[in-house]
């Protein structure tokens, strides 16, 4: 099914969900493109956008579009591996729903994203020190920390 | 004039007192009485209505504080009287502690123009539909007065929302007053009351029908209850026009808001529905054979009883639209009054004048 | 649209405490008049780093917390948690684990489906439905609570199945309820859907037209509200939703009403589910197997998995990237309602301050979901 994205654009990496959920690795300055391609492209159909998220592996970051056809009833991810200084192209223009989540994203790994309407902490107060969700967060308050036990 | 008075007359000259405090004492007497009547009034109902909707919706309602919770709205007074008196920072002092007060004594006032029995008629005044009109429209002053002085966003939106609305829906209330006084020809309620003593068929209520839906509607808009609750519309506003008030202040907003229900209805009772009159055409005192002042005595407290049977049942249809029904918007209560019962209410007059000009003819 | 001078807008401050939320959103609202211009949604204040609370765990540990995602629909957020976690290790619940999951999961929202109309009416108003909405699912609640042994935060579900099993007794008051609740469920259509108010407030009210659904990630009661025939259940059959009869209800008005059309709807077909997983757990009464023999405390999975499900409020996703050790190594939660709050700018602009309530209250948004 997706041949006509691979042979359109570079893909890095390819891997698989559990569930045949394929999802591949672009490189970030194509993001747009392909997400722009995916959605409108009669072949796919991806209208949907569930949502982004982000994950801190190998000291860098990988931004994760999960992807929702309606019409041929599937789903992908498209990959982003970004380092930590890295800024990502805002996606609002094609999905509106990743207004949220990108600020979420902003606000809990400190991505940035340009061309974001309105990037701000969303879940978190303003005042807020740190992005918790990267591997590095140490947490202030002793108390706090639970479990810390070896794995 | 009533036995009552004549009674009072006799005592007060046998005891030499002078004329003036006659005069003065009598209306003191009537004074108390009546004031304590309706703080009583009030206090029954705010707990009939807790434990009618408790019936609507399948609770027991109140039911702690003495036998099944009968003393709970007493317990709440107490509690409201004793509570601190908090002071928002941003207020107009003269003008935010004005407004309970604003919106209590009105109401009071309006209260005594009311016919209770044939004897006790607090204030006969001869156009007491006149006094009525112009006293009602206080209240809403103190709305607005609360909803500015606040200093806070829901009370102006409240406050604004109650002046808004009770504009547009006292024209229709006073326009159906007008098409009474056209059917009766006068402006004393006692007159009034007395026009529909004859026989059910008496009442107003037969010819007005039209009259009576639509002033039902509009004391339903100037008492804000449901659906037209716009001003403290709890979901949008939390508790509009009165959010800063607390203890004594807000006792006073939620005691006028009772007793503006209470009184609305005995209006609508007295001018549509034959006010004190007995529905049967006779009273159950004028059959006994007894003494001439225990009977008057006893079809004083007859009609009593007959005026609050009629407030009651009006009262219980509030209720129960107040269970059953959703909020309107402020947009469609004000297209509705201004553009449907407006109207509706001034060809009302038409109709009145018509059906009493053909009377008189035939 | 005409430009409004700065002198005539009028900010309000709409929670986060206030009465029809539905818990501590806050919304900045700039009205002209009584007319919205901009709603600014700030959101929060109940956020517990649910996802960083994962990391900091093992797979078990974090197993309770899970239902405090939506507690409202807890078995929803449970199961898809664990559902993934069996995709990683590759266990299947056996057939009576399945069909009791599933009859839970369907109970469980018909309570949030009811909380839903009773607080939606409540904000428009009428106090009377919500009353008579909770006296249902007390019912449902009590039953959940002698199976599980919980009110709402059930904790149910375990690796491969379910910790208790359901004996006969709680089989016929589930039966017993169902039988009953057709007839609830006319007095609240009866109650509510003729009422002339009512539909004045909703009817052509806080349209979402099928590009916004979609642009929005739109999902659940509210997408089928606007014409897209879209229910997992139907469309990638998860647990047993294969072997029953059931339908999914859509509607292309777009409008409030619809959406509380389309979950009265939701209700009733829930009901038929239950019946149809009652009359297969009533022949399979004796069936001992509810769950796995793995222990739950020492699972290292590996791999990463998209675990979703079709919650009361749209697609709940649990994605779980497992790295081989005790703990997770990354959770994301993907919440219908956090996407929903960020309608309702597009939804309640140029309407009036009543309208937001009938709008917002339709969209079914539950605050520790959106928050997480």
Redesign the interface.
Known sequence: MFENLKNKFEILRESEYQQDIHSFYIKKEDILNVLSYLKNSPSYLFERLDCIYTVDINNSFEVIYVLQSDKYNTKCTINCNISYEEEMPSVTSIYSSANFDEREIFDLFGVKFNNHPNLKRILLPESFEGHPLRKSYKMQDERLRWNNGSN | MSIFYLIYIEFMIRINAPHWLIFALWHLISFIFIAILLVITVIILVLFERKYLAFYTRRKGPNRVGTYGCLQTIADAIKLLFKENIEPKNIDKMIYYTAPLLVFSPIMTVWFLIPFTSGIIPFDSSCSLLLFMAILSIPILATLFAGFSSGNKYSLIGGLRACTQAISSEIPLFLCLISISILSGSMNLDSIVKMQNDSIFQWYIFPNILGFIIFFISALIVMNRTPFDLPEAESELTAGYHSEYSGMKFAMFFLGEYALTFILSAFIATLFLGGYNSPMGFYISDLLNLPIIFQEFLKNIEQFIWLMLKTGILILIIMWIRASYPRLTTEKTLIFSWYILTPLAIFNIFIMAIYKLLRSIL | MEVISQDRI?D??IGPQ???THGVLRMVVS?CG?TIININPI??YL?R?L??MAE???YL?YLPIVDRIDYLSGFFCSYAYLN?IE??LNITPSEKAKYIRTITMEMNRITSHLLWLGCF????????P???AF?EREKIIDILEDLTGSRMMYNYYTLGGVKRDIDIDILNRIKEFSDHFETALKEYED?IEG?P??L??TKNIGLINKETA????ITGANLRASG?K?DLRK??PYLIYNNIDFEVPVLNNEDSFSRFVIRIKEMRESKKIILQCYNWLINHIKDEEIKSNINFMHIKPE????SEVESPRG?L?C?I?ADG???P??I?W?TPS??S??LINNLAKNY??????SIFGSLDVIMPEV??
């Not at chain 3, 009416?121 to 009377?128: I, P, Q």
């Not at chain 3, 979609?214 to 990630?217: K, L, R, T």
Request: proline share 3%; hydrophobic share 35%.
């Open positions: 009028l309000i401050n206030h009465p029809s009205l009584e959101i929060g956020h780093g996802e960083k900091n765990r093992t540990q993934g995709k990683l009416l409540m904000d428009l108003g009428a106090s009377s919500f009353f008579y006296i109650l009422n108010i009512f004045s407030r979609n642009q929005y990630s897209i879209k469309d990638s791999g990463k998995v998209i697609l996703q994605i990237h050790t005790k703990k190594y990354r994301k993907r956090f996407y709050v960020q009036k301050l009543p309208d937001l309530m928050d997480r």
